[in-house]
């Protein structure tokens, strides 16, 4: 294992101008450590939820004027995508680190989840911890803290998977970049460790497992 933690040049890399110049850095800089995290999280994964998981590293490949505002490595139970999945991810915006149980709009069975989430209301809104947080839009880095929600505004989420096509939902935990950049490596690969058993009876909800 040759993660060496994150730094505040890592974060920077979201500031630079320009597709070309942002990607050069992000592929020097950040890309080997996602790759890292990648191959040291998919066996405890997938000892976790009982499925094999495959790693995917963000490539930004489609861009072609907007430099990316964030990356990510996901984890998955496919070898070639993961984005029509239920998946995990940890990556970075300029301000913070996420770490995320994901269902994307891409998923197409997000009404089957959506009604499985709704049933296990109470035992979700009751086991997700309260520093946890919510996001109903991966695109944005905007989050929504577990313990300001309701019982009513967590059902409003998951009935929206089952009604609007292009719904999300992801549910982790951020931390901002310092103290991500003070954690250094041990210490976050424990904290990644801890979200990702929270998280993962989420997982095995979505696949219909509990």
Same mark, same amino acid.
């Given at each position: 294992?040759?993660?060496?933690?994150?730094?505040?040049?890592?974060?920077?890399?979201?500031?630079?101008?320009?597709?070309?110049?942002?990607?050069?850095?992000?592929?020097?800089?950040?890309?080997?450590?996602?790759?890292?995290?990648?191959?040291?999280?998919?066996?405890?994964?997938?000892?976790?939820?009982?499925?094999?998981?495959?790693?995917?590293?963000?490539?930004?490949?489609?861009?072609?004027?907007?430099?990316?505002?964030?990356?990510?490595?996901?984890?998955?139970?496919?070898?070639?995508?993961?984005?029509?999945?239920?998946?995990?991810?940890?990556?970075?915006?300029?301000?913070?680190?996420?770490?995320?149980?994901?269902?994307?709009?891409?998923?197409?069975? &997000?009404? /089957?989840?959506?009604?499985?989430?709704?049933?296990?209301? *109470?035992?979700?809104?009751?086991? @997700?911890?309260?520093? =946890? +947080?919510?996001?109903?839009?991966?695109?944005?880095?905007?989050?929504?803290?577990?313990?300001?929600?309701? &019982?009513? /505004?967590?059902?409003?989420?998951?009935?929206?998977?089952? *009604?609007?096509?292009?719904?999300? @939902?992801?549910?982790? =935990? +951020?931390?901002?970049?310092?103290?991500?950049?003070?954690?250094?490596?041990?210490?976050?690969?424990?904290?990644?460790?801890?979200?990702?058993?929270?998280?993962?009876?989420?997982?095995?909800?979505?696949?219909?497992?509990?």
């Amino acid at each position: 294992m040759n993660f060496t933690g994150f730094t505040n040049e890592d974060f920077d890399v979201f500031l630079i101008d320009g597709l070309d110049a942002r990607m050069e850095a992000l592929k020097e800089l950040i890309r080997p450590k996602l790759e890292s995290l990648g191959h040291y999280f998919s066996p405890s994964l997938t000892a976790v939820t009982g499925d094999e998981m495959f790693v995917h590293v963000a490539k930004h490949a489609r861009r072609t004027i907007n430099p990316p505002k964030d990356t990510w490595v996901a984890f998955a139970n496919n070898p070639r995508g993961y984005k029509m999945l239920p998946h995990f991810q940890i990556g970075l915006w300029n301000t913070h680190l996420f770490i995320w149980f994901a269902l994307i709009y891409e998923a197409p069975q &997000k009404q /089957e989840i959506g009604a499985r989430l709704a049933k296990k209301l *109470n035992k979700i809104y009751k086991d @997700i911890p309260k520093d =946890y +947080v919510w996001s109903v839009d991966h695109m944005k880095p905007d989050t929504i803290k577990h313990g300001q929600l309701s &019982k009513a /505004e967590l059902l409003s989420y998951f009935e929206r998977l089952q *009604n609007i096509k292009k719904a999300e @939902i992801l549910c982790g =935990y +951020v931390i901002n970049r310092e103290e991500a950049v003070q954690l250094g490596s041990e210490s976050l690969l424990q904290h990644i460790e801890n979200v990702f058993n929270k998280v993962a009876p989420l997982y095995k909800l979505a696949q219909g497992i509990e």
